[in-house]
């Protein structure tokens, strides 16, 4: 004989509009910043390329990252609403 167990979804806080505005904005700001500061020390242009691709790279699978977590969270969301 098996019990029903009933557990309830609760979501992740949502993060607020304004923080993550500032996080996509000054984020890749600052990368571009320490890039520049270090190209700079170092006195070659070739690393502020190659460090503007690497930021850019890792910016871009933080982004599919963030995308399939998203997704992932909205996919379960809407499982639970189905079954409740």
């Known amino acids: 004989m098996a019990r029903s167990v009933q557990t309830q979804f609760r979501p992740l806080r949502l993060v607020s509009h304004t923080k993550m505005i500032v996080t996509w904005i000054v984020g890749p700001l600052l990368w571009v910043l320490a890039?520049?500061?270090?190209?700079?020390?170092?006195?070659?242009?070739?690393?502020?390329?190659?460090?503007?691709?690497?930021?850019?790279?890792?910016?871009?699978?933080?982004?599919?990252?963030?995308?399939?977590?998203?997704?992932g969270r909205l996919r379960e969301d809407r499982r639970y609403a189905r079954h409740h």
Do not use: K, M
């Open 35 to 71: 890039l520049a500061s270090v190209a700079w020390l170092v006195d070659r242009s070739n690393a502020i390329e190659l460090g503007l691709a690497i930021a850019s790279g890792s910016f871009l699978l933080g982004l599919v990252v963030l995308s399939l977590l998203r997704h």
